[in-house]
């Protein structure tokens, strides 16, 4: 098995202790974790827990405090490894007046895909997140579900071999789920890996691979998801016992 991500000992602490030794600030602490190719990656936990700062760590966007993390078998401040990464951070946001298709453009610039390769791919990427006939349509006028859908798009129109999404499905409807999870499903058959963290727990049941809860800004677990299916029955059950075990930290 191919690591894609490979994670030790990292830890970021956002305040360190004052004069007092009180109000420190961790988002995560002590963190070892390996990702392989091809696989989706489940990241649980509670608000808080440091998931997040977990995925801006591996992303190169915070730097840990200490510990090491390598991705593709180097670092993001590479740019070759940077071009195969993609990323749809918590809360996007693309400016209300642009169009559909000109917050890809915008993106396929920043990508260096050659202007006219760009009508072609942002078409087929449209097609991909279903939202060919939104083209045209401003960015302020999309319901919250398309809203979520052009980030998706922005994340993979790279075609990057890496994905992360930081709870793509917050904030949408059940349909919002299952078109999210189509797309899931979709790039994983292409063989990309995908990490991303979730609080609806159904959905992270139908997609992942292996899943791991962060708590306290450790990350307390990794198992394959048929192994806690078999042992718990249900995420629910695995993730609320486990939390439960991880509050004596
Ligand atoms: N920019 C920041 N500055 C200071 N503390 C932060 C910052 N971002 C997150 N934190 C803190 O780090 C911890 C983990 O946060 P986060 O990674 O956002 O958790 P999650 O994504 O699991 O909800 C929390 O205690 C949060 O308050
Ligand atoms: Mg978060």
New binding site residues.
């Given amino acids: 098995m191919e690591t894609v991500i490979e994670v030790k000992k990292a830890t970021k602490i956002?305040?360190p202790l004052d004069f007092w030794k009180n109000d420190r600030?961790?988002?995560?602490e002590n963190v070892d974790l390996a990702v392989y190719r091809g696989e989706v990656f489940g990241l649980l936990?509670?608000?808080?827990?440091?998931?997040?700062?977990?995925m801006k760590v591996l992303l190169g966007l915070l730097k840990p405090t200490s510990g090491e993390v390598a991705i593709l078998g180097g670092t993001t401040n590479d740019i070759a490894v940077r071009s195969r990464i993609g990323y749809l951070p918590?809360l996007p946001y693309f400016p209300k007046y642009l169009k559909v298709k000109e917050v890809l453009e915008y993106f396929a610039d920043i990508f260096g895909i050659p202007r006219g390769a760009q009508r072609k791919k942002i078409g087929d990427i449209l097609e991909t997140v279903k939202l060919s006939d939104k083209a045209d349509s401003r960015v302020g006028g999309l319901s919250k579900g398309m809203q979520g859908r052009l980030g998706l798009a922005q994340a993979i129109l790279n075609e990057p071999d890496l994905l992360f999404l930081?709870e793509p499905m917050s904030g949408l409807d059940p349909l919002g789920y299952k078109e999210t999870r189509d797309i899931i499903i979709d790039i994983h058959k292409q063989g990309k890996t995908i990490f991303f963290?979730s609080h609806i727990l159904g959905e992270v049941e139908k997609v992942c691979d292996r899943v791991s809860v962060?708590h306290r800004?450790h990350l307390i677990d990794i198992q394959p998801l048929s192994a806690i299916m078999e042992k718990y029955g249900s995420l629910e059950k695995y993730f609320v016992g486990t939390v439960t075990e991880g509050a004596k930290i």
């Fill in positions: 956002y305040r600030t961790t988002g995560i936990g509670l608000n808080g827990a440091g998931k997040t700062t977990l918590e930081d963290n962060m800004s």
